[in-house]
Structures are given as structure tokens and as C-alpha cells.
């Protein structure tokens, strides 16, 4: 079983930085897509990023140029790097996991962390 530990979150002031942190266990994890979803108060879960088993990166329009999504497979850990923070970007950050390594990275996830929490201050 698939398990997914965030860590990193927490409070910082509009236009700061943040590194979060995946650590996956009991998974092949260089064979596996990973990535970044991220949930607002009253808003429904959306996916931030995504890394797949090749590299290959895919970024969705809400902090695309704002973040990074990078993967250290000796380590089974996938980071993202949020920069330029903004108050709206607050919102519990969620690691997941698609087994297939590649294609529509929603259609694919099936494990899934406990979240982290990221609040921005204006």
C-alpha cells in the first residue's frame, strides 16, 4: 500500500516562499506519476502539478511561473517549490500518486497524502 507523507506547510507573508515535501513509501516510486493537488476553503480539490515517471512536467495555469514540481527518486520524494505567494493561494496542498507513470494524471491517481496546510497572509 501506497503511503504519502506531506510536509513543509505553513504560514508565510504574501510574496514569499515555500517548499513542500512529499515522501512516498511502499511503491516503486520512480515508475509512478506524481504531483501536487490543492484544496481552498469552500472550492473544490484542483491540480497544481505534476511530475511523471520520465521527468516530463505539466503545470496548470493557477501558479504556472510561480512554482516548481521536482522529484528525487533516491530519496522516493516529490517537492514542489511555491514562490511569489499569494493570499489565494492558501489552501491545503495534497501529494498523490498514479501507478501508470504516465497519461491524464487525474484519471490516474490512486493514492493520496493527509495534506498540508498552506495559509498566505496579505
Known amino acids: 500500500q501506497v503511503q504519502l507523507v506531506e510536509s513543509g506547510g505553513g504560514l508565510v507573508q504574501a510574496g514569499g516562499s515555500l517548499r513542500l515535501s512529499c515522501a512516498a513509501s511502499?511503491?516503486?516510486?520512480?515508475?509512478?506519476?506524481m504531483g501536487w493537488f490543492r484544496q481552498a476553503p469552500g472550492k473544490e480539490r484542483e491540480l497544481v502539478a505534476t511530475?511523471?515517471?520520465?521527468?516530463?512536467?505539466y503545470y496548470a495555469d493557477s501558479m504556472k511561473g510561480r512554482n516548481t514540481i521536482s522529484r528525487d527518486n533516491a530519496k522516493n520524494t516529490v517537492y514542489l517549490q511555491m514562490n511569489s505567494l499569494k493570499p489565494e493561494d492558501t489552501a491545503v496542498y495534497y501529494c498523490?500518486?498514479?501507478?501508470?507513470?504516465?497519461?491524464?494524471?487525474?484519471?490516474?491517481?490512486?493514492?493520496w497524502g493527509k495534506g498540508t496546510l498552506v495559509t498566505v497572509s496579505s
Open positions: 498523490a500518486a498514479d501507478p501508470r507513470g504516465w497519461g491524464r494524471f487525474s484519471d490516474g491517481v490512486n493514492s
Open positions: 511502499g511503491c516503486t516510486f520512480s515508475r509512478y506519476a
Open positions: 511530475i511523471y515517471s520520465g521527468g516530463s512536467t
